[in-house]
């Protein structure tokens, strides 16, 4: 039987989050495949994984194709109708064994052919599991900054309706295979952070929704394999605001965002992270602006 889901995660030094990922992975809720791609781990974690777990299908990469390029990877082996990206540092649930009704959520794209991708709750693993995203307010054009809609907030079903959402959330999303096949696969040329959003904007200027549907809620661990303040992450999400940018806005906007990004926040970043004595930080900002320079 062909799947209706194809659940693809991407594994890169994190084999104990990946098991556990799949092992709150709810098989028996609709007919679906688990797409493993191990993104050039240090270790052979690729066959641990295919060694525990049979019914999981994993693809190898030789080197490290970034989060786009991981995914691009498992779309290419994937058989479902709908392709559910998600984090390997989430689990769909943190104890005990929960009902995890994915098929509610292929339910919703029936409900609507403008419908693209949707996103499910998504609330921390932590503490008593605050809510990460329960939807997106738009960007600033200038800026660039938007907010997670219930971030950190408790979960008292305030956030118990579907509704359209700008963006995807990248820890969590599916999206209809007809759709990768109109507008492309992620965009490869951030490598790490902002492919959703570029993506999420493509799928919109094809005339698709997005939308935000809390019928399912995943747990989000965070940041596990960058750092949450890693210079890592501070180099790319410099490059790739910029990269961003200079992909989705032209003109006056598109100038107006640069100047700010270049003139006021990476020296912000800078300045803050030398108070702090992390020099790799700081210079983490300059590699990014040099390298989207670059490009």
Known sequence: MEPVISIITINYNG?????????TIPFDDCPL????????????????????????????????????GGNNLGIQAS????????????????????????????????????????????????DDAPIQFAGY????SITMRNSAIGYDEQDHGQYNTAHPTPYAHGAAMMVKREVIA???????????YYEELDWSIMIRRAGYEIWYDPVVTV?????????????????????????????????????CSKLYLIGIVAPKDML????????????????????YIKL
């Open 15 to 23: 084999l104990a989050d990946t098991c556990s990922m799949i092992d």
């Open 33 to 68: 495949e688990v797409i493993v791609v191990d993104n050039a781990s240090k270790q052979d974690e690729a066959s641990i994984i295919e060694k525990s777990y049979p019914h999981v299908k994993v693809v190898r990469s030789s080197k490290n194709l970034g989060f786009a």
């Open 79 to 126: 058989h479902g109708r709908y392709l559910f990206f998600v984090n390997n540092d989430t689990v769909f649930f943190r104890e005990g064994k929960v009902k995890v009704n994915l098929q509610a959520l292929v339910n919703r794209f029936a409900s609507s052919s403008k419908i693209g991708a949707i996103c499910p709750k998504i609330r921390f693993f932590w």
């Open 137 to 140: 307010t738009p960007l600033s």
């Open 182 to 192: 109109q507008v492309g696969m992620m965009p490869e040329c951030y490598f790490l």
């Open 219 to 255: 747990f989000h661990k965070e940041s596990r394999a960058t750092g949450q303040s890693s210079p890592l992450r501070m180099y790319y999400i410099t490059r790739n605001r910029l990269l961003f940018v200079k992909r989705n806005y032209s003109g006056f906007k598109g100038l």
């Open 272 to 291: 803050l992270s030398l108070l702090h004595g992390k020099l790799r930080h700081a210079l983490s900002v300059i590699n990014g602006i040099v390298d």
